[in-house]
């Protein structure tokens, strides 16, 4: 087919489209859903019965505010990726929240190894941590991914990336006000390495997920194929 | 090229891109007849050599047609274009990396081809004029399946697009069709 052909069919067939909304408000729509959907299910969990004490310390705010404010930035990050010609930096966004949770977990560790010395970081198998952020991560999830598939596939494995931490930092966050473990290695391996292992998870399915159109045996083409037959 | 000029035709592109998303087939068509020259140069001098260039442009026009409604008329044109223009050109590198991974090059003919020839011009005429009663015998839809997938060489997805039947059913097809053209050609034989 001549490209001057394409673009004549093409035109042709240039319906109204529905413009994708501003990142911004793609955050806040993603945001308010997923929202409701992880008090829910913190509320049929119960809270922690040390929850008031707990929102009282500063690591703990910290922490919890980080994870949640990863999410919050990694969608937003997922959703700029998605419209072409935004500025690189954006992608960047959920790096120094994500820094801001390690290194709180991190500061746990050390002041749990000044306390008890090595008893402070003892790693216990908790197999909790999967299925519960995988729960609460579930609808965040799957909402984001149908979402970025509105978007431009440019940096397919990058996107679901981000996507998936979005979704499982959110879950980490819910998960902390559910379930009482405070040890900080513990939440490093056991939580964190959860969210580490989705987000790669995600990114593993990028290609597969998002791609470009394939080039369609268009129209005309296609008939004159059948016709030749 | 300078900057004004720059500005100015990317203020027209946004004006025509925004009337494409509303609908105006007019507009987009006016949009995309301008910006193939410019995504010819980009594609050539990224691809030096290469016979298909157009190929890779369509690629990006399809692209840019699937993906309209992720431009914001708020925001430049060029970006927006530049950035999936460079992706599709990437991806093209990829596939052809991956193809010429199967292919040798040859940078001179072995000189005494000719002389190896074993096959002469009526063994060829025969060959074809075998494969062609082979075909002749075949069903409608099987002789439909070697057309497209061997003849035309389409890929089963595309074969699949451009007959509406599913992928599998064109790979049993396929099959079938190739034993029966196999036993009949060892019948001629």
């Known amino acids: 087919m001549r490209t001057e052909d394409l673009i004549r069919t093409l035109a042709s067939e240039a ?32 809270t922690r019965s040390d929850l008031a004490a707990k929102s009282g310390e500063a690591r703990f705010v910290i922490e919890v505010a980080a994870a949640f404010l ?30 801001l949770w390690l290194g709180s977990l991190g500061e746990g560790c050390w002041q749990d190894w000044l ?62 006000l559910f379930h009482a473990s405070d040890a900080s290695l513990m939440i490093l391996v056991w939580q ?17 997920l998002l791609h470009w159109p394939e080039r369609p045996v268009v129209g005309s083409e296609a008939d004159a194929l059948a016709t030749r037959m | ?43 050539a001098r990224k691809w030096r050599g290469a016979q298909d260039v157009d190929d890779i442009v369509q690629d990006i026009l399809l692209s840019v047609h699937a993906v309209r409604h992720t431009y914001d008329p708020t925001r430049a044109f060029m ?14 590198a990829r596939r052809s990396s ?16 000719d002389a190896d020839e074993t096959k002469s011009e009526q063994d060829r005429s025969d060959d074809h004029g075998a494969i062609e009663h082979a075909m002749s015998g075949l069903p409608q839809g099987q002789r439909q399946a070697v057309e ?15 007959t509406g039947k599913s992928v599998t059913s064109l790979k049993v097809t396929m099959h079938r069709a190739l034993k029966a053209m196999r036993k009949a050609l060892e019948e001629k034989r």
């Open chain 2, 148 to 162: 497209f997938l061997k003849l035309k060489g389409l890929s089963l997805e595309e074969a699949s697009a451009a």
């Open chain 2, 79 to 92: 970006p927006w274009l530049m950035t999936i223009a460079a992706r599709r050109i990437a991806d093209a």
């Open chain 2, 98 to 113: 991956a193809r010429s991974a199967n292919e040798a090059t040859v940078e001179t003919m072995p000189e005494t081809f």
């Open chain 1, 70 to 99: 990863t999410g919050v930035m990694a969608a937003a990050a997922a959703f700029c990726a998605g419209s072409p010609g935004r500025p690189l930096w954006e992608r960047f966004a959920p790096l120094p929240p994500l820094a």
């Open chain 1, 115 to 176: 306390r008890a010395g090595p008893d402070g970081l003892t790693i216990q198998p908790d197999f909790m941590c999967f299925p519960s952020i995988l729960m609460v991560s579930l609808v965040p999830g799957a909402l984001i991914l149908m979402m970025i598939r509105r978007g431009a596939p440019t940096t397919p494995v990058l996107t679901t990336a981000l996507a998936t931490l979005a979704a499982s930092a959110l879950g980490a966050a819910g998960l902390r």
């Open chain 2, 1 to 43: 090229m300078g900057d004004d000029s720059a500005e100015a035709r990317d203020k027209n592109w946004r004006t025509l891109m925004r009337a494409a998303q509303d609908g105006d087939g007019a507009a987009y068509s006016r949009l995309l007849c301008e910006i193939l020259p410019l995504l010819r140069r980009m594609v």
């Open chain 1, 192 to 208: 964190f390495g959860t969210v580490a292992i989705l987000t790669a998870f995600g990114a593993l399915f990028g290609r597969k």
């Open chain 1, 15 to 46: 319906k109204p489209v529905q413009r994708l909304a501003h990142p911004g408000w793609r955050v806040a729509y993603w945001l308010s859903i997923s929202l409701a959907y992880v008090a829910m299910v913190v509320l049929i969990m119960g």
